[in-house]
T-cell receptor, first 116, second 113 residues
Framework: KAGVTQTPRYLIKTRGQQVTLSCSPISGHRSVSWYQQTPGQGLQFLFEYFSETQRNKGNFPGRFSGRQFSNSRSEMNVSTLELGDSALYLC???????????????FGPGTRLLVL | QQPVQSPQAVILREGEDAVINCSSSKALYSVHWYRQKHGEAPVFLMILLKGGEQKGHEKISASFNEKKQQSSLYLTASQLSYSGTYFCGTLDHGSGNTGKLIFGQGTTLQVKP
């Protein structure tokens, strides 16, 4: 099975711009979570989507948003970019078979965003 | 509440053992361990579940003490390939299922020849 894929892998933007990142989960996985990784803050949860609905949300400002499509692919958007948004953005997918079982998250390679 | 990992960094020689600890101030229902090499995605190693079930990597073991709200990852006879940053993640139980993992700050492990 192909792993989680993310596009683009690298991105350079300037302050005030907006950006959209894409994530394709492992085939058959229904849950997609997004994380921001920075040297200072580590791995921080952004949000999770399941069945096209945001199921969980982290403590990030409203400039960060996302969505999920019917094929489970997900996008996240950051509007009005700030220098502090420079980070590695990781998405992770899990099967979530709806059995109340705790399952593994599998990470994609990430998108490295640099805001100038 | 973010789990706390210790130590922050460790340097080993090949063949030596290491233990990485993960503590939480909240009740733990599961602990998820990942390893991340520089410039790569975190790779799943192991899940420890409340009740003792353990699933994961064949050459790395772990323990889960529910009463102490702690987990420890044991790396025995370390190999060069073990180098990387190890993260523990705990499930925010209020979220249901696996959607919202809260990660520790990471432990950097360097294995030297």
């Amino acid at each position: 099975k192909a792993g989680v894929t993310q596009t683009p892998r690298y991105l350079i933007k300037t302050r005030g711009q907006q950006v959209t990142l894409s994530c394709s989960p492992i085939s058959g996985h229904r849950s997609v979570s997004w994380y921001q990784q920075t040297p200072g803050q580590g791995l921080q949860f952004l949000f999770e989507y399941f069945s096209e609905t945001q199921r969980n949300k982290g403590n990030f400002p409203g400039r960060f948003s996302g969505r999920q499509f019917s094929n489970s692919r997900s996008e996240m958007n950051v509007s009005t970019l700030e220098l502090g948004d420079s980070a590695l953005y990781l998405c992770a997918s899990s099967p979530d078979r709806g059995l109340s079982r705790i399952e593994t998250q599998y990470f994609g390679p990430g998108t490295r965003l640099l805001v100038l | 509440q973010q789990p706390v990992q210790s130590p922050q960094a460790v340097i080993l020689r090949e063949g030596e053992d290491a233990v990485i600890n993960c503590s939480s101030s909240k009740a733990l229902y599961s602990v998820h361990w990942y390893r991340q090499k520089h410039g790569e995605a975190p790779v799943f190693l192991m899940i420890l579940l409340k009740g003792g079930e353990q699933k994961g990597h064949e050459k790395i073991s772990a323990s889960f003490n529910e009463k102490k709200q702690q987990s420890s990852l044991y790396l025995t006879a370390s190999q060069l390939s073990y180098s990387g940053t190890y993260f523990c993640g705990t499930l925010d139980h209020g979220s249901g299922n696996t959607g919202k993992l809260i990660f520790g700050q990471g432990t950097t492990l360097q294995v030297k020849p």
